[in-house]
């Protein structure tokens, strides 16, 4: 099905590790973002990308990162995990922008431990 | 700060029963979006309104968008429990750092 398709589903990590979590999209879209989802805030965004090759911060930025090789695949990246990550992670994609409402993945729940 | 404030919180009904949830700002906003999040799953896209005072209606559910556009609401008729889940508005604001800005969600249930 086509989509947003985000991995792994959970994982647990133990302070100071890295990881990177994968999200590819096939429907061409040229817009994808990072979001943040903690109980009662809402969400947050981390990162996001307007085509292949540019990627700018959002919100919290802080203890990411992110590339866009290829219009298909925006990975985020955590160096050093803090229990402050602790989150769940959504991808999403836009056709061209913010007016267009996004279509997410269904997540990346993150515990740091 | 921008702000798009949801409320209810946290709201539980009987099947049958109307509802209504109120989105709002003190920013302006160019569109609108609402969508319906379930447990273990992304947010999915119910509508996106743009023109303020527009209204559009999807089954049982009606969208309005403010006629200044620093507002919305999304009414349920007839509740069901498949309506179970995270309202979540967000909108692209007209200025300001960040451009899209999602509320804080109502979680609705929905009991049979």
């Known amino acids: 099905n086509a989509g947003v398709t985000q991995t792994p589903k959970f994982r647990i990590l133990k302070i100071g590790q890295s990881m990177t979590l994968q999200c590819t999209q096939d429907m061409n879209h040229n817009y994808m973002y990072w979001y943040r989802q903690d109980p009662g805030m809402g969400l947050k965004l981390i990162y996001y990308?307007?085509?292949?090759?540019?990627?700018d911060k959002g919100e919290v930025p802080n203890g990411y990162n992110v590339s866009r090789s290829t219009t298909e695949d925006f990975p985020l990246r955590l160096e050093l995990a803090a229990p402050s990550q602790t989150s769940v992670y959504f991808c999403a994609s836009s056709y061209k922008g913010l007016a267009y409402g996004y279509t997410f993945g269904s997540g990346t729940r993150l515990t740091v431990v | 700060t921008q702000l798009l404030e949801q409320s209810p919180q946290f709201l539980s009904i009987q099947e049958g029963e109307n509802l209504t949830v109120y989105c709002n700002s003190s920013s302006v906003f160019s569109s609108l979006q609402w969508y319906r999040q379930e447990p273990g799953e992304g947010p999915v896209l119910l509508v996106t309104?743009?023109?303020?005072?527009e209204v559009k209606k999807l089954k049982r559910l009606t969208f309005q968008f403010g006629d200044a556009r620093k507002d919305s609401s999304l009414h349920i008729t007839a509740a069901q429990p498949g309506d179970t889940g995270l309202y979540l508005c967000?909108?692209?604001?007209?200025?300001?750092?960040?451009?899209?800005?999602f509320g804080t969600g109502t979680r609705l249930k929905v009991l049979a």
């Open positions: 309104v743009v023109t303020g005072g």
């Open positions: 967000a909108g692209e604001v007209v200025s300001g750092t960040y451009k899209y800005i």
């Open positions: 990308s307007v085509g292949a090759g540019i990627t």
